[in-house]
């Protein structure tokens, strides 16, 4: 087990924002494109009720959170401690595997300027890099 606060569940591939995309974007994206199966499609309604119901949308509490020129790059982490939300994510992951959509698990203690945070997950913004990677 890793020192890691945070868990964050993204694509390999960055996406138009410039950033790399969640698993629930990258499982949105393959629904709004009608690829999911019946089953797969049952699951995501059903999983994402489930998270809509027990999960707080940073987005509802702060319209702002997001905003890409007051906080470029925000990307949502699970906090570590949050078992039973990251424990839904593998059903999430079985489906973007079956659909060869790339998706990794990366941990971090210090991830970002966080800009939201609950009981279960923050938002952050990245830490400003220097041309060699460095963090600024």
Not at 12 to 40: I, Q, Y
Not at 60 to 66: L, Q
Not at 94 to 118: F, M, Q, T, W
Request: charged share 25%; hydrophobic share 40%; net charge negative.
């Amino acid at each position: 087990m890793s020192d890691a606060l945070y868990v964050r569940f993204q694509g390999t591939a960055r996406s138009p924002r410039g950033h790399f995309p969640g698993v629930f974007a990258l499982a949105n994206g393959l629904a709004r494109a009608g690829r999911l199966s019946d089953e797969e499609h049952r699951f995501w309604r059903a999983g994402n009720d489930w998270f809509d119901a027990n999960f707080a949308n940073p987005s509802e509490i702060d319209p702002s959170v997001y905003d890409p020129e007051l906080n470029p790059g925000a990307v949502a982490w699970f906090k570590t401690s949050a078992l039973e939300l990251i424990a839904r994510v593998d059903g999430y992951l079985k489906i973007l595997a079956l659909h060869d959509v790339a998706c990794e698990r990366i941990e971090s203690s210090n991830p970002g300027k966080i800009i939201y945070e609950d009981p279960h997950q923050v938002v952050v913004t990245p830490w400003a890099r220097d041309g060699a990677g460095q963090v600024e």
